[in-house]
């Protein structure tokens, strides 16, 4: 890292949550946090004084990957002051959904200019200028990753440098500047052990992580804003579909599209999401979980469902929509291909038709959020094809249980893909 960020409250002059971020010029500045009883415990981490950051102050250093430490991001443990009283969450009733949490994360830079300082702050809400690039042209990208708590209370996170370089793939594409492997993920750790005692128990839930990259800065005219805000944000999360694993049932699309060639289907930008909203309600109004769009060429090739890529199954052949510009590149989805690979399977990436998918022995969905979903039915041109009898295919059990194993760290991690906090 190139410069180091202090937990919010353990530094000796702590900047006050609701003064500006940087210079004047800031187009961004934090508000008091969110104090909403319905949503949350108040029961917020105290923050210590300077007195107690003199007397008992404890810093853990995260290595680079070279193993040096020297100009890492530093966090305080929040062990060394703070007492971490659990939050007062029904575990067992966890949905996903917002739940405000302690702390976020930000880092600022100018246009033309690197990142290089960023800090937590307590959580609250933004001021941006009406004309900021995120608001009128779209300017910005997110990422989605997860932390689970084990039995030992060790924290984890699943490939991390992953997201890191997506979004900075991503940024190429939306023409922003974007933080360096190493200042996304020292970012990452420091967001997720300030907000530590929102990790669900193990096999709870998770921390879900949302990393936005965004045009901060004043622009009219159209063109890249004037001044980026790196911002990571966090919340605890149960399953995504309300079936958790148990199947879901689509339909495809024929008329709307999510994406298509040379545009930006195949990059984390926001204007993505907003786009299938309208497909997605009329699909659930009608009592589907969700919409599967097909290509906006040819309308015969599977692109992937709104927030997830789509595999099909024949035999013991695993194929998936090859990423070529309008598929966003999924790690999930990426994983369970070197997963599969490893437990027998064959896979491929190549066009997968309608046919494909209608003819399939099963189907399943990949991503951050769901992890593994597998499809109970698919609806085409209204003809309704299911997919098995019994509840979960066989390699939608087999690839969730391998992987999850391995995120959760009940299975030994041979592809190196695990970064262990604590």
């Known amino acids: 890292m190139e410069s180091g960020a202090v937990f919010a409250g353990l530094h000796p002059n702590p900047t006050p949550h609701h003064l500006l971020l940087g210079p004047a010029r800031s187009a961004i500045k934090l508000l008091p946090p969110l104090t909403d009883k319905k949503s949350i415990s108040t029961h917020l981490l105290p923050l210590p004084t300077a007195a107690a950051f003199s007397k008992q102050s404890r810093f853990v250093p995260f290595s680079n990957h070279n193993g040096n430490t020297g100009n890492s991001l530093r966090v305080a443990s929040p062990a060394s002051d703070v007492a971490l009283e659990s939050a007062d969450i029904d575990w067992d009733n966890l949905g996903f959904g917002f739940m405000p949490t302690d702390f ?68 190429v594409r939306m023409c922003m500047p974007a933080p360096t492997v190493d200042q996304f993920v020292e970012a990452v750790k420091a967001t997720v052990l300030a907000n530590e005692r929102w990790i669900p128990p193990p096999g709870k839930g998770s921390l879900y992580i949302r990393p936005l990259l965004m045009g901060s800065g004043a622009v009219l005219g159209l063109a890249p804003a004037p001044e980026y805000t790196f911002l990571i944000y966090v919340s605890p999360v149960g399953n995504y579909f309300k079936e958790g694993l148990a199947p879901i ?26 786009a299938v909203l309208q497909a997605q309600s009329v699909a659930k109004a009608k009592g589907f ?27 013991n052949v695993i194929s998936t929509p ?24 064959q896979v491929e990436e190549r066009h997968v038709t309608v046919d494909d998918l209608l003819e399939a022995d ?16 698919i609806t085409y041109l209204n003809k ?13 059990q087999q690839l969730y249980s391998a992987l999850t194993s391995l995120q959760m760290g009940l299975a030994e991690d041979k592809m190196g893909w695990i970064v262990e906090l604590k």
Do not use: W
């Open 104 to 171: 976020m994360y930000m880092m600022k830079c100018s246009q033309g200019e690197t990142f290089s300082k960023g800090e937590l702050q307590r959580f609250g809400n933004l001021e941006l200028s009406p004309s900021a690039g995120i608001l009128n042209y779209g300017q910005g990208l997110f990422e989605g990753l997860k932390a689970y708590r084990k039995h030992d209370g060790n924290i984890l996170l699943f490939r991390p440098e992953e997201n890191a370089t997506r979004l900075r793939e991503g940024a």
């Open 249 to 274: 049932n689509l339909i495809v699309e024929t008329e709307m599209h999510r994406a298509t060639p040379g545009g930006t289907g195949g990059v984390k930008t926001i204007g993505n999401y907003a």
């Open 289 to 315: 979980s969700d919409v599967l769009y097909l290509d906006s060429t040819h309308k015969k090739y599977l692109e992937e469902v709104s927030s997830c890529n789509v595999f099909v199954v024949k035999g």
């Open 322 to 345: 090859a990423i070529k510009g309008t598929i966003l590149p999924g790690i999930t989805r990426k994983s369970i291909l070197d997963v599969a690979i490893s437990q027998g399977f």
């Open 362 to 377: 099963e189907v399943f969905c990949t991503g951050t959020a769901v992890v593994v979903s597998p499809v109970g039915s």
């Open 384 to 396: 309704r094809v299911t997919y098995g009898s019994e509840g979960v295919g066989r390699v939608s």
